[in-house]
């Protein structure tokens, strides 16, 4: 890496997250580090330098790697995270990280109970912020207590998903019947997965749209100085997946939430906080908290606000403004994905309903576009990534 005053960003992570990180950075001279076990396509941006680390589950040989990095470079540099792989394992080890790294986020006792489900939503409930009704079970005895009062459809997931969605092809299940909550749950207990801890959860109706998020960074003070808020438009899975195009628009409701949540337990730090619009009591009900930026985190530069940015000027104790999004809407997608899936792909798939001709595609992102991967300057990422999806 060349001399440089400013202090380095390194991004743990190489697919679509970090790129939207590392385009944070591009207009500015601050040198930028995307970092993986394997290069992934994100890490091909002309405006980063590619390095391969250590897997994050080889703990040891990871973080050694990391604090000898960290070393050999002139200004101790602020460490981004994008992947719950990465974040797990810096959480575990921040305070001796905290010496050899800038990390802009709160520390393990803050953190680890917002990350498990199973503590996150009785503390959601007792700030009154509307969340679906939720069980957390810990052994088959608790399903079997239960099992005979419960209103479908209902969503099964873990409280923490370490092995939940290897194991079982997906990282939640909208189940509708007894007998295919008794096959899941038969399934969770021969896998041995209750040691994750299982949430059951009443499923809100509605469509994909219905679902939220606010892409945020709070200050040490635990205020919100920068945020973007948007729906999903599409997902996949269709029901319970990731992202893969969505719209960016304000929502009043949304941002009050999020700011008594950050409030009062006290975070820190870059997040995404997921909401679902419940019609039938008009509520938008607080889903999870990632705290990271998320897959569709570009939009919220492409709207004005620079999330990275704000972070690492923050975290190095230097002036930063509040930037909010009210007013900008952008459709943000993955063309070629969403392109695919919504006229052939959900078919294909056996999501048939979800599936749409041309016309209905077109219709369904009217209004100014951002492509998540492609940029004029920066095709690289887009092409690798084409090329590592549909090959």
């Known amino acids: 890496m060349k001399k440089n005053k400013n202090n380095p960003v390194i991004i743990l992570g190489g697919g679509i997250n970090a790129l939207g990180i590392i385009r944070s950075f591009e207009r500015t001279n601050i040198p930028v580090v995307a970092m993986s076990w394997y290069k ?9 330098k590619a390095v391969i680390c250590p897997h994050p589950l080889n703990k040891e040989n990871f973080i050694d790697f990391l604090i000898q990095y960290s070393q050999k470079l002139s200004q101790k540099p ?3 995270v994008t992947t719950d792989l990465f974040l797990m394992t810096i959480i575990e080890y921040k305070m001796i990280l905290d010496d050899y790294y800038h990390i802009p986020f709160c520390g393990r006792e803050t953190l ?3 990350l498990k ?23 088959h005895s608790d399903f079997e207590k239960i099992k005979n009062n419960i209103d479908f459809p209902v969503i099964i997931k873990p409280s923490v998903n370490i092995n939940f969605s290897k194991l079982l092809g997906s990282k939640a299940f909208i189940v509708s ?13 021969n896998k041995d997965l209750y040691a994750e801890t299982i949430v059951l959860q009443e499923y809100i109706p509605g469509d994909t749209k219905d679902l939220y998020t606010i892409t945020s960074y709070s200050n040490q003070c635990n205020e919100i100085v920068g945020y973007s808020i948007g729906h999903k438009i599409r997902q996949y899975p269709p029901q319970t997946g990731t992202i893969i195009s969505g719209k960016v628009t304000h929502v009043e409701d949304i941002l009050q939430q999020a700011e008594k949540f950050i409030k009062v337990t006290k975070f820190y730090g870059l997040s995404n906080i997921e909401f679902k619009f419940d019609n039938r009591d008009g509520k938008y009900k607080l889903m999870e908290i990632n705290p990271r930026l998320g ?9 004005g606000v620079n999330l990275p940015l704000i972070a690492y000027m923050d975290v190095l104790g230097k002036p930063t403004i509040k930037t909010f999004n009210k007013e900008k809407e952008v459709i943000w997608l993955i063309t070629p994905v969403d392109f695919y899936l919504s006229l052939w792909g959900y078919k294909k798939k056996g999501y048939n309903e979800f599936s749409m001709n041309f016309k209905q595609w077109l219709n369904s992102i009217n209004g100014h576009k951002i492509d998540a991967c492609f940029k004029w300057d920066d095709p690289l990422p887009f092409i690798f990534g084409f090329f590592k999806k549909f090959s």
């Open 40 to 48: 992934d396509f994100g890490m091909k941006s002309r405006f980063c």
């Open 78 to 80: 602020v460490l981004f």
């Open 112 to 114: 680890e109970p917002l």
């Open 117 to 139: 489900k199973e503590f996150l939503y009785p503390i959601v409930n007792s700030l009154n912020i509307p969340s679906p009704k939720t069980f957390i079970l810990k052994d």
């Open 177 to 189: 019947s007894d007998e295919s909550l008794s096959n899941l749950f038969f399934k969770i207990r």
């Open 295 to 303: 897959v569709w985190n570009l939009s919220a530069l492409s709207c």
